[in-house]
């Protein structure tokens, strides 16, 4: 019988230690004298260098010592808005004389002030001021990306900032999930006439969204400023029955039963949250709707409402943390940065800020093929000059990344 010889890996690193956030009964999932193996864009193996299965095909691969450093999963930034023109600095000098977001925002400032700037860009100029923010996370450890629209609020505006954000992401070799955020602010033609426009977005913004496959998910901002729960209501509807999943920026400046409303839907996360009841955290825990974190809007808005972190810990919902990068709430380029605020504000522990930036933000947009360092998963993995996995939620800044790997490509450097 003529021995069956196995293809060789596309690379394996050796000497080092990986936080692969598995259950094997260490802080973080560690192992210290680890291997991580990949082919195909997937993970081979992972786990200790002594048990390194399929030597042979193992040992081919382009091998490399990792020096003893660390390894965790890529990062997933699972709630940004990074496709924006402008930016909103006069806006932040308002609010630090004293005016408040919401204010801002009924005097036709805020996100209103993006949109004018989103939509008086055309696709490559959108795209070339979208490209730095796109750098600096995965520069940063970044390799899943959510992008929301949100800022064009019409068809052919909602629509281009879509497909900057697909552009993005297969133009650098990094998987970028679209979500549809028609209804994240009332534009200004359609002012006074709220229902009108969730008309325009049920009928016309979503199918033609649907239609060209231009997202994967679909959010709303249900709030006082924003929409509320019964328009939200449409959304979903119209959402579901054009097959698409569904989030919510819910209850961040006020409880309007957000959290408990996605739930309602099945929804894949309820993202904010700082108002939220125990009864919403309830209704999230038995949908399964994950609960996103965004420590860099509550710091920016100096909000002191802290979202019910016990409670979550209590029901045993998942918590992810994201940037939510956008101009007005949250400039924030780096999802270390917020794994830090998320510690620093809400008392996460680091090891909860990674898992929130890994595999429970993958599940936040309903992926399961990444979030771990487990074989059969992607090969997202980030390789850091830390000497322990808490350091990433520790340094506010600085030059961590030693490497970036996204289907197994080297991405960074
Ligand atoms: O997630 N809350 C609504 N949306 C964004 C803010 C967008 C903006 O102010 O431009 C957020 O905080
Ligand atoms: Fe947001």
Not at 20 to 31: D, M
Not at 47 to 74: F, M, Y
Not at 112 to 129: G, K
Not at 179 to 201: N, Q, S
Request: aromatic share 6%; glycine share 12%; charged share 20%.
């Amino acid at each position: 019988m003529p021995t069956k010889r196995t293809p060789p890996w596309d690379g394996l690193l050796i000497d080092c230690r990986l936080a692969t956030l598995t259950a094997n009964g260490e802080p973080y999932g560690a192992i210290q004298q680890g291997a991580i193996g990949w082919k195909d864009g997937l993970i081979a193996y992972a786990g200790p260098l002594a048990d390194l299965p399929d030597r042979p095909a193992a040992l081919a691969a382009r091998v490399e010592s990792a020096g003893n450093a660390w390894i965790t999963p890529g990062l997933v930034d699972c709630h940004t808005h990074l496709v924006f023109g402008g930016n909103r600095a006069p806006e932040f000098e308002r609010r630090l004389q004293g005016e408040s977001y919401e204010a801002i925002a009924r005097a036709g400032g805020g996100i209103v002030s993006t949109v004018r700037a989103t939509r008086a860009l055309d696709e490559d100029a959108l795209y070339a001021a979208s490209l730095p923010r796109l750098r600096a996370l995965i520069a940063d450890g970044v390799t899943t990306i959510e992008i929301k629209s949100g800022y064009g609020l019409d068809v052919e505006s909602e629509t281009k900032m879509l497909r900057v954000a697909r552009r993005l992401g297969t133009e650098h070799g990094i998987d970028v999930r679209t979500t549809f955020l028609g209804a994240h602010a009332l534009p200004p033609e359609y002012a006074g006439r709220g229902d009108d426009y969730i008309d325009l977005v049920c009928n016309d913004m979503l199918p033609a969204v649907a239609a060209e496959g231009l997202a994967d998910t679909v959010d709303a901002f249900c709030e006082g400023i924003g929409f509320s729960p019964a328009q939200t209501r449409r959304v979903f509807e119209r959402a579901r029955a054009l097959g698409l999943p569904v989030k919510l920026h819910a209850d961040q400046l006020s409880d309007l039963g957000g959290a408990a409303l996605v739930a309602e839907y099945g929804g894949l996360s309820a993202d904010h949250i700082e108002y939220t009841s125990e009864d919403g955290v309830r209704a999230m825990a038995r949908a399964g709707t994950v609960a996103v974190l965004l420590p860099g809007a509550f710091h920016c808005l100096r909000e002191t409402k802290l979202p019910p972190i016990d409670a979550l810990r209590a029901h045993g919902v998942p918590m992810a943390v994201a940037t939510d990068l956008n101009p007005g709430t949250s400039p924030l380029g780096s999802l270390r940065l917020a794994m830090a605020l998320a510690c620093t504000h809400f008392r996460l522990t680091p090891e909860e800020a990674l898992r929130g930036a890994t595999m429970h933000a993958a599940r936040a947009l309903g992926l399961a093929d990444r979030g771990t360092l487990a074989a059969g998963q992607r090969a997202d993995f980030v390789l850091w000059s830390i000497d322990h996995p808490a350091e990433l939620a520790y340094w506010l800044g600085g030059q961590l990344v030693r490497g970036v790997w996204a289907g197994g490509r080297r991405l960074v450097p």
